[in-house]
């Protein structure tokens, strides 16, 4: 039987560099420790996550959140828990964390947090989260390289309640969970020796 694999996730506000440094990360894996490394994203390119990509702006923020546990409930079942047990590494841009925060920012606050952890409890604990941070001034940057604006994007309001809930203790959303924060804020070489650092400081690797 095959030793049960890692679940890494990569969380944070839109433009700290989750998706160049979950790349950045399987390479390294792989590479240098032989893992055989599964990288995926959420909302999936499945059909629930493309329709939460092509029209989640139509939707109440309680029926979005419902949507995206669904997708994660049915890529955790199909593709995240089937690799664990085949013991490869799986690495996820966003995962639990990102839809209870942006579900709180949508909502205005934390009153329905409870609920929204309810409606997440058949999710699988990550070995590792990293929430990484940036300042806006960099995040800016981000954007003017992007070609084409997210959804998101264009609501800076909720990007700024998104950016001010990834800044506080993140044990409230996800109690329990192993996580560490890194800053990307440096150069794309020190930002993936911080996320290598954390996952030494876990045990997850030598």
Same mark, same amino acid.
């Given at each position: 039987?095959?030793?049960?694999? %890692?679940?890494?996730?990569?969380?944070?506000?839109? =433009?700290? $560099? %989750?998706?160049?440094?979950?790349?950045? *990360?399987?390479? /390294? +894996?792989?590479?240098?420790?032989?893992?055989?490394?599964?990288?995926?994203?959420?909302? #999936?390119?499945?059909?629930?996550?493309?329709?939460?990509?092509?029209?989640?702006?139509? *939707? #109440?923020?309680?029926?979005?959140?419902?949507?995206?546990?669904?997708?994660?409930?049915?890529?955790?079942?199909?593709?995240?828990?089937?690799?664990?047990?085949?013991? %490869?590494? /799986?690495? &996820? =841009?966003?995962?639990?964390?990102? $839809?209870? /925060?942006?579900? &709180?920012?949508?909502?205005? #606050?934390?009153?329905?947090?409870?609920?929204?952890?309810?409606?997440?409890?058949?999710?699988?604990?990550?070995?590792?989260?990293?929430?990484? /941070?940036?300042?806006? $001034?960099?995040?800016?940057?981000?954007?003017? =390289?992007?070609?084409?604006?997210?959804?998101?994007?264009? =609501?800076?309001? +909720?990007?700024?309640?998104?950016?001010? +809930?990834?800044?506080?203790?993140?044990? %409230?959303?996800?109690?329990?969970?192993?996580?560490?924060?890194?800053?990307?804020?440096?150069?794309?070489?020190?930002?993936?020796?911080?996320?290598?650092?954390? *996952?030494? $400081?876990?045990?997850?690797?030598?």
């Amino acid at each position: 039987m095959a030793v049960r694999g %890692k679940f890494i996730t990569f969380e944070g506000p839109d =433009d700290v $560099g %989750k998706s160049t440094h979950t790349g950045l *990360l399987a390479e /390294v +894996l792989h590479g240098r420790y032989g893992h055989e490394v599964l990288v995926l994203g959420l909302p #999936s390119r499945g059909p629930v996550g493309i329709y939460i990509r092509s029209d989640m702006h139509l *939707l #109440s923020w309680p029926v979005a959140a419902l949507a995206f546990a669904a997708d994660r409930a049915i890529q955790t079942e199909t593709v995240i828990e089937p690799a664990l047990g085949a013991g %490869k590494t /799986v690495l &996820c =841009d966003r995962y639990l964390l990102s $839809g209870l /925060v942006y579900s &709180c920012a949508r909502a205005g #606050s934390l009153d329905h947090l409870r609920w929204l952890q309810d409606i997440e409890r058949r999710a699988t604990v990550p070995d590792l989260t990293l929430v990484m /941070v940036n300042s806006e $001034g960099t995040a800016a940057s981000h954007r003017v =390289d992007r070609r084409e604006p997210s959804q998101y994007d264009r =609501d800076r309001a +909720l990007q700024d309640r998104v950016r001010g +809930l990834y800044l506080t203790d993140m044990a %409230k959303f996800i109690p329990g969970h192993p996580y560490s924060r890194v800053s990307s804020d440096g150069s794309i070489e020190q930002v993936a020796g911080s996320i290598l650092g954390a *996952l030494q $400081g876990h045990g997850l690797i030598p």
